[in-house]
């Protein structure tokens, strides 16, 4: 992944001023500010939920593991490996 420097920044915001306007640049960098914040948080919510999703997948398992304990051919199945050896 690339690298950005010093004078890269500089050539952005000297072609930012040039573009948009001396008068307008203030603005433009308050909006790209907020946008930026809104994004940061809507990541950072995603990041939680997804943290509290595994947290809470040990739940997910144990009905998973009592249906198959209860299910007739995962039993014969168990059965026939372990009688098997395989």
């Known amino acids: 992944m690339p690298t950005i420097g010093w004078f890269e920044i500089l050539l952005v915001v000297a072609v930012a001023i040039i573009v948009i306007g001396p008068k ?3 603005f433009m960098l308050k909006k790209v500010g907020t946008w930026i914040g809104t994004v940061k948080r809507y990541i950072s919510n995603i ?4 943290a509290d999703f595994d947290v809470g997948s ?3 398992e ?8 209860n299910d007739k051919t995962w039993k014969w199945r168990r059965f026939r490996k372990s009688f098997n050896g395989t």
């Open 58 to 60: 040990n739940e997910i």
């Open 62 to 69: 144990k009905p998973i593991e009592k249906e198959k304990n």
């Open 47 to 50: 990041q939680n939920e997804v």
């Open 24 to 26: 307008d640049f203030p």
